[in-house]
C-alpha cells in the first residue's frame, strides 16, 4: 500500500514537480507518473496555462473584466503621480500565467515566498514608473495603449529577473 501511495496524476494544464526529501529533484509530464512515496519524495502540480487575474487599484467580488458597483478603491495602489506633478487614479488588471517551460512551474514554486505579492509589487512599481515620466493628458487620452505596453514589458523584465 506504501508503494501503491507512489502514483499520481498531471493533468493537461499542469506541470509536475517532484520533490526528493524536499528539494527539486525533477519534472513530471501530463499523465500517470509515479514517485517514491513519502517522506522520500512528493509531488507539486501547479497550473501553468490557467490565466489568472490580479486587481490593482481596487478589490473586487465579481470578474475583474467588469468593475461594478461592488468593487472598492484602493487609493494607495491606484494614486499615482504623473509626469506633470498631477494625481491620476489608475486601476488596471494584470493577468498572468506561470511559464511553461523547462523549469517554469519549479521557479514559480521556489524562487519567491510569495509570488503573487511579488507579481503586484512589480506590476504597481512599473505603473508608477511609467506614469511618473507621462504628462497626464497623454495619461487621459492617447497615450494608454504606449503605457500598457511599457508596463507590461517592464513588469515581465523584472519578474524575469527572478526568474
Known sequence: VWLA???????????????RFGAYHRRATPGLNYHWPWPIETAL???VTT????????RSGETAQLRTATSRD??????????DENIVDIDFV???QISPGLDGAANYLFNTRNPEATIRSAAESM????IGRTPIEAVLTQARTQIETQ?????????????
Open 5 to 19: 501511495s507512489g502514483v499520481y496524476r498531471v493533468q493537461p494544464d499542469e506541470e509536475g514537480v517532484v520533490l
Open 45 to 47: 502540480t501547479p497550473r
Open 94 to 96: 494584470v493577468r498572468w
Open 151 to 163: 508596463v507590461m514589458q517592464g513588469t515581465q523584465a523584472i519578474l524575469d529577473q527572478y526568474r
Open 74 to 83: 484602493v487609493p494607495e495602489e491606484s494614486s499615482m503621480l504623473t509626469g
Open 127 to 130: 505603473m508608477r514608473e511609467v
Open 51 to 58: 490565466q489568472n487575474l490580479l486587481n490593482i487599484g481596487f
